[in-house]
Structure formats: structure tokens, C-alpha cells
């Protein structure tokens, strides 16, 4: 199975700052990768798929981008509340997930 | 509104079955993949299984593989996994999520269950 890589595991940042997190897949896949949010005690949210398509009523602050086996997720302008953990994940078959990325404010 | 809703979750002791459930409205529900995530308390996400329209494909993770069984009805609405010899590691709060595709092809777990929790112990 391709495993998924996040980095770092856990960040603090100022509001308004720019916060980028990585993925790193295993082997190539392509595009098949999405991001998701998941604020606490909430269900996860689509934000990203395609590598750097934004899902509906994604705020645009939310930007993604990369191929093949390295993608980033980048919030432009880190706002309160968006606080959460963010996982990547390759999104064809045996769609597994990143450990995830827990974002806080400083 | 599109809503998935689980249940069949609760306490139940390791090497003993269990099978949830997930009813689906909102959406043609026999259009689109269907897949399980669970998330152990205070872990992250881990996908668990997941199954295409005709259920035609039908894919395990290797945790999982030869214990759990994911089945649905389109008739119905639902989606099923049947969880057998159980272990203390299955204790999570399971989900049921669906597979948008857009055109192009491309894919992710655009709508997401509350989840229900089964404990092993």
C-alpha cells in the first residue's frame, strides 16, 4: 500500500500568518490526493481534491498544490477558526490518510 | 439535505460481531462509492473500506481484511459493515462517508456521517 507523510505534526502560528503543510506520498499518485479539516470534536470536511481543487464554500484563503509524490496545503491567512487537525489524503483506490497536522494559534 | 446517518455502534467484548449501518437520503445514493473511516479516541483518521456503485470493487484495508465485510443496498439506501473477532484496536468512532467523482475524474469523500462509536472491551 502507498503510504501518506505529513509534516510537521503539529504547529502554532499568529492570526494572519501564512501556514503551509506538507504531504508526501510514498510512491507517485498523480492528483489523487485531498485535504481535509477537522475542527474539534467535528466530523471532517472536504477542502481540497484533485491536488489544488478548491471544494464548494471552501473559504479561498485554502490553496493547494503539488503531484506525483509531494503536495502542500497552504492557508494564505491563518484565521481563529482554523484551528483544527488537516489530513491529506490519496483519494483513488485503498484511499488511506495522512497522520494529520494540528494547527493552532499562538 | 444530503445526510448519511450510522448506527449499530455500542460496548461489545473482543472476539464477538457487530454490524453497522448507514442510511443514506438527499443524494441517488446508487450512484457513488461508498467508503468507512474510523478514528480511534484522540488518533486520527484511518479508511477502512470501501465499495463502488455496482459493488463491483470492493477493497479492504490490511487491518481490517478477513475480519470486516462491507456490503450495501441501493434499494434501501444503506451501507453496511459487518465487523467480526473484534479487538481492542477496533474501538473507534466509525464513519460512513461518500465518494464524490466529478467529471473529470477526480474524487474524494465529499459528504461525512456523525459516526458511531463501537468499543471493544
Known amino acids: 500500500d502507498i503510504q501518506m507523510t505529513q509534516s510537521p505534526s503539529s504547529l502554532s502560528a499568529s492570526v494572519g500568518d501564512r501556514v503551509t503543510i506538507t504531504c508526501r506520498a510514498s510512491?507517485?499518485?498523480?492528483?489523487?490526493l485531498a485535504w481535509y479539516q477537522q475542527k474539534p470534536g467535528k466530523v471532517p470536511k472536504l477542502l481540497i481534491y484533485a491536488a489544488s481543487t478548491l471544494h464548494s464554500g471552501v473559504p479561498s484563503r485554502f490553496s493547494g498544490s503539488g503531484s506525483g509524490t509531494d503536495f502542500t496545503l497552504t492557508i494564505s491567512s491563518l484565521q481563529p477558526e482554523d484551528v483544527a487537525t488537516y489530513y491529506c489524503?490519496?483519494?483513488?483506490?485503498?484511499?488511506?490518510f495522512g497522520g494529520g497536522t494540528k494547527v493552532e494559534i499562538k | 439535505e444530503v445526510q448519511l446517518v450510522e448506527s449499530g455502534g455500542g460496548l461489545v467484548q473482543p472476539g464477538r460481531s457487530l454490524r453497522l449501518s448507514c442510511a443514506a437520503s438527499?443524494?441517488?445514493?446508487?450512484?457513488?462509492?461508498m467508503h468507512w473511516v474510523r478514528q480511534a479516541p484522540g488518533k486520527g483518521l484511518e479508511w477502512v473500506s470501501g465499495i463502488s456503485w455496482n459493488i463491483g470493487n470492493i477493497d479492504y484495508a490490511d487491518s481490517v481484511k478477513g475480519r470486516f465485510t462491507i456490503s450495501r443496498d441501493n434499494a434501501k439506501n444503506s451501507l453496511f459493515l459487518q465487523m467480526n473477532s473484534l479487538r481492542a484496536e477496533d474501538t473507534a468512532l466509525y464513519y460512513c462517508?461518500?465518494?464524490?467523482?466529478?467529471?473529470?475524474?477526480?474524487?474524494?469523500?465529499?459528504?461525512w456521517g456523525q459516526g458511531t462509536m463501537v468499543t471493544v472491551s
Open positions: 462517508a461518500k465518494y464524490m467523482l466529478n467529471a473529470a475524474g477526480w474524487g474524494a469523500f465529499d459528504i
Open positions: 510512491q507517485g499518485i498523480s492528483n489523487y
Open positions: 489524503q490519496k483519494s483513488n483506490s485503498a484511499p488511506h
Open positions: 438527499g443524494f441517488s445514493f446508487g450512484d457513488y462509492a
